[in-house]
């Protein structure tokens, strides 16, 4: 297991004054992303360069980001691309039951009620009310989109790696 989170993706600068557009991918933004956080911004080769957080602001669907010495739009282009990453020692493990992390929750098997293997959980979505979990099937159709509520989602066992749901009319179309 890695000892590196990803909490998100640098996809575009915004304005001159060093200001980065993140696609975020973190179960607690607010945390992440706060004053005085140190994220790691990680290229291709896997170079990581430490940025202590400066300011934090949602815009659209997008986490605005400003990092000490990151001032100017030039700077900002260098981190364009750039995954952020969090050490995985920073983070607070207490969640209440029944809650999981994000990366406890990527790469579980998901299977229907009666056993049968639909494919793993790639991506959690937050587009509103309740949290969307992108499932790639095992046959590799067309991704599925699983809502993360009590009357699909009936287990989760992260330990295991597995998840069990109910497979709703109309759910696998």
Partial sequence: MSDWLNVGKIVN????????????RTDFPEERYSEGSILHAVNEQ??????????????????????????????AEM??????????SAINNELPEGEFFYHEIIGCEVFTESGEAIGKVKEILSPGANDV????????????????????????????QKVVINLMEGLLD
Avoid: A, C, M
Avoid at 79 to 88: E, P, S, Y
């Fill in 46 to 75: 896997g170079e990581r360069r430490p940025l202590k957080v400066v300011s934090w602001r949602k815009h659209k669907q997008f986490d605005l980001l400003t990092f000490e010495s990151i001032d100017s739009l030039n700077d």
């Fill in 13 to 24: 600068t915004h304005g001159v004054r060093g200001e980065v557009r993140v696609i975020s």
């Fill in 79 to 88: 981190l364009k691309g750039k995954i952020l990453q969090v050490d995985r």
């Fill in 133 to 160: 979990w992108v499932v790639q099937r095992k046959d590799k159709g067309k991704d599925i989109l699983i809502p993360y509520i009590d009357e699909v989602v009936k287990q989760v066992k992260p330990e295991e």
